[in-house]
Nanobody, 122 residues
Framework: QVELVESGGGSVDIGGSLRLSCKVH???????MGWFRQSPGKEIEGVAL???????IYNDPVKGRFLISKDNAESTLYLQMNGLKPEDSGTYYC?????????????????WGQGTQVTVSS
C-alpha cells in the first residue's frame, strides 16, 4: 500500500514561485510518479511525471517553468514551479503507479494524494 501526502501549496503573485512536496509512504519501486492539477469546472490535467527510468515528462503549458524531481533518500517527490501564471491555479495532486503520460487522468493512476491548493493572483 502506498500513501502520498502533498504539501507546499499556497497563494502567490504572478511570476512567483512555489515548491510542492509529496511525501511517499510505501514502496514505489518501478512506478511512474508525478503531478496532476485540477481547476474548478475543468478536467484533471497532467503536469509533470517521472517514469521508472527517471525520464522527465512535462505537459506543454509548464515546460521551461516547472521542474519535477525526486529524492529517493527522503522518499519525496517535488515540483518546483517558477514564473507562475493565473492559469496555473488549482488543486495539485501527487500520483503514483500509472500509465506514464501527461495526457492520462485519474483513472489511469492507482495512488493519489489528497491535493494541495495553488492560487496565483492576477
Amino acid at each position: 500500500q502506498v500513501e502520498l501526502v502533498e504539501s507546499g501549496g499556497g497563494s502567490v503573485d504572478i511570476g512567483g514561485s512555489l515548491r510542492l512536496s509529496c511525501k511517499v509512504h510505501g514502496s514505489t519501486y518501478g512506478f511512474c510518479m508525478g503531478w496532476f492539477r485540477q481547476s474548478p469546472g475543468k478536467e484533471i490535467e497532467g503536469v509533470a511525471l517521472i517514469d521508472s527510468r527517471g525520464s522527465l515528462i512535462y505537459n506543454d503549458p509548464v515546460k521551461g517553468r516547472f521542474l519535477i524531481s525526486k529524492d529517493n533518500a527522503e522518499s519525496t517527490l517535488y515540483l518546483q514551479m517558477n514564473g507562475l501564471k493565473p492559469e496555473d491555479s488549482g488543486t495539485y495532486y501527487c500520483a503514483a503507479n500509472g500509465i506514464c503520460s501527461v495526457k492520462r487522468g485519474r483513472e489511469d493512476f492507482e495512488y493519489w494524494g489528497q491535493g494541495t491548493q495553488v492560487t496565483v493572483s492576477s
